[in-house]
T-cell receptor, first 116, second 113 residues
């Protein structure tokens, strides 16, 4: 089946630094990808929709200048957490819809971010 | 704004029992509903997807039902096994088209050997 990968799987950084997370669709093309954030014991919250070749669409309350999204190719979307702070520590997960059946979404394994 | 609620938040049962997880959503204008499984510190595994025109879907020991008009779905797990221990998430599209999903907080399930 379709596979979505994320890199890195885990990252620890100092407060104030920027962290880039990659989301790749490995055997299919995705013009759209989604980024979610999950705090401990909470549900996944949609942060933004990444659109290949155009600007990302952000959900209400998500700062676009803090969470930079780039979808430079049909298989890669990146999320950059700029000037990270401890409150940004979370589990970040991306997903990509199937080209065959858009309602089927394939999720990446997630990236655990810890900001010290 | 769509909201998804899952009950119970946690459940612990002995191996072999049949169990039901509940999901409700506030906006019934959905075109599908999905159930996922999440293991600790891991991503999501899709279990079942029910289209709005369907009443239920089955996969092995799992059966999901959908009552769109009442805004409810249930996930039935038959003959539970310790390997079923995980968090089960219910999700519906946030809006129209190829859309992100709105998730419930999940049901944390523990199957005791």
């Amino acid at each position: 089946g379709a596979v979505v990968s994320q890199h890195p799987s885990r990252v620890i950084c100092k407060s104030g630094t920027s962290v880039k997370i990659e989301c790749r669709s490995l055997d299919f093309q995705a013009t759209t990808m989604f980024w979610y954030r999950q705090f401990p014991k909470q549900s996944l919250m949609l942060m933004a929709t990444s659109n290949e070749g155009s600007k990302a669409t952000y959900e209400q309350g998500v700062e676009k200048d803090k969470f930079l999204i780039n979808h430079a190719s049909l298989t890669l979307s990146t999320l950059t957490v700029t000037s990270a702070h401890p409150e940004d520590s979370s589990f970040y997960i991306c997903s990509a819809p199937s080209r065959v059946a858009e309602e089927t979404q394939y999720f990446g394994p997630g990236t655990r971010l810890l900001v010290l | 704004k769509q909201e998804v609620t899952q009950i119970p938040a946690a459940l612990s049962v002995p191996e072999g029992e049949n169990l039901v997880l509940n999901c409700s959503f506030t906006d019934s204008a959905i075109y599908n509903l999905q159930w996922f499984r999440q293991d600790p510190g891991k991503g999501l595994t899709s279990l079942l997807l029910i289209q709005s025109s369907q009443r239920e879907q089955t996969s092995g020991r799992l059966n999901a039902s959908l009552d769109k008009s009442s805004g409810r779905s249930t996930l039935y797990i038959a003959a539970s096994q310790p390997g079923d221990s995980a968090t089960y998430l219910c999700a519906v599209p946030s809006g129209g088209g190829a859309d992100g999903l709105t998730f419930g907080k999940g049901t944390h399930l523990i199957i005791q050997p």
